[in-house]
């Protein structure tokens, strides 16, 4: 069965710099989510998008914005980097309504140096 | 704020015993809560999902039972097996919220 998919699976970026992750849903799922996940830390919600319109907000920097797509990809966008933004970080898709089980990627491992 | 508690300590069992895994929460009484494994350096994968109106769900070797009055859940592993080590998270999700509010989840190991 197709899973959510994840690019790039490893970057490394220096301070400052800016960053770019994306998110290619399960077929036939609308809604996206973003959780940022420190070592040993448990998942943090960050975004998540529903038909393509935010829908949820959690802890997400403003130095970060993210967007779905009309092919319900979505795409994270990172500036001005620091250290403290090294994580993995997570996309999960589900099919619509707010009690849906939740299918993560693989995450995208960031390294700010 | 809210506050999700899992299991402090790690939790190491004997092949073929039952795991039994808690969470308590604080605060509100969520609407549903969804339990997740996670192996190091994956994505949690979902396991059973659980609604406040549900006292318990199985599936397979899996148990999931909701107690709003003592606001815990509690997740067991039966018959567990070494496969079945790994980390497992218990995640609230809130009526009109898309986000899941994850605890610090349980390291399970299961020794042959």
């Known amino acids: 069965a197709a899973g959510v998919i994840q690019s790039p699976r490893h970057l490394i970026k220096e301070k400052r710099e800016t960053a770019t992750l994306k998110c290619y849903p399960i077929?036939?799922?609308?809604?996206v989510y973003w959780y940022q996940q420190g070592p040993g830390q448990d998942p943090q919600f960050l975004i998540s998008?529903?038909?393509?319109?935010?829908?949820d907000k959690g802890s997400i920097p403003d130095r970060f914005s993210a967007q779905q797509f009309s092919d319900y990809h979505s795409e994270l966008n990172m500036s001005s980097l620091e250290l403290g933004d090294s994580a993995l970080y997570f996309c999960?898709?589900?099919?619509?309504?707010?009690?849906?089980?939740?299918?993560f990627g693989p995450g995208t491992r960031l390294t700010v140096t | 704020s809210q506050k999700i508690e899992q299991n402090s300590e790690a939790l190491n069992i004997q092949e073929g015993k039952t795991a039994t895994l808690t969470c308590n929460y604080t605060?509100?009484?969520?609407?549903?809560l969804q339990w997740y494994r996670q192996d190091p350096g994956r994505g949690p994968v979902f396991l059973l999902l659980?609604?406040?109106?549900?006292k318990e769900k199985r599936k397979e070797r899996l148990k999931v039972t909701f107690d709003t009055t003592l606001k815990q859940s509690l997740f067991h592993i039966t018959a567990s097996q070494p496969a079945d080590s790994a980390t497992y998270l218990c995640?609230?999700?809130?009526?009109?919220?898309?986000?899941?509010?994850f605890g610090a989840g349980t390291t399970v190991t299961v020794r042959a």
């Open positions: 605060n509100y009484s969520p609407a549903y």
């Open positions: 999960a898709s589900s099919l619509s309504g707010v009690d849906m089980e939740q299918y």
């Open positions: 995640a609230l999700g809130f009526s009109n919220d898309y986000k899941l509010s």
């Open positions: 077929p036939r799922h609308d809604t």
């Open positions: 659980i609604r406040e109106n549900e």
């Open positions: 998008f529903y038909e393509k319109m935010q829908s």
